[in-house]
């Protein structure tokens, strides 16, 4: 998810889903940590015709097309905790297959086993980085 339908989302959470719900949009994104960007954030959002302004400075709106594209947006959400737990099963298996790798290295020391070695400790640190992603 992009950080345009990220910070929508949020501000369909918080407005209960309607369009009569007013946003104070410079809190969501300080919260966030999308502060700096407040301008382009919320140009491209209303732009997009998914939120408008309201008469008080940062505070907006969802648009009937806002409220339509993040329930889109949340139901193409996977599930953070299934995807974490996946991740981690991976983690598990590729370190004891490393392990074994590595015992193996031990007992003949070969150009080819290192490179082995080499490939199952980048596959461990992907796995690990997309985990480390999704907490």
């Known amino acids: 998810m992009d950080v345009y339908h990220k910070i929508l ?4 959470e918080l407005a209960d889903g309607r369009e009569t719900i007013e946003v104070d949009l410079k809190e969501l994104l300080k ?5 700096p960007s407040i301008d382009s954030i919320s140009g491209h959002l209303i732009t997009e015709g998914w939120m408008t302004e309201t008469p008080r400075r940062h505070f907006v709106k969802l648009t009937h097309w806002g409220i339509a594209e993040s329930k889109k ?15 981690t099963n991976r ?5 004891r297959e490393f392990a074994i790798m590595l015992e193996e290295f031990a007992a003949d020391n070969s150009a080819d086993k290192f490179k082995s070695i080499e490939k199952s400790f980048s ?13």
């Open 91 to 95: 983690l598990i298996a590729d370190s």
């Open 123 to 135: 596959q461990i640190k992907t796995t690990f980085e997309k985990i480390k992603a999704n907490l």
């Open 9 to 12: 989302t949020k501000i369909y």
């Open 31 to 35: 919260r966030e940590g999308f502060f």
């Open 73 to 87: 947006a949340l139901s193409q959400t996977p599930d953070m905790g299934n995807a974490i737990t996946k991740d």
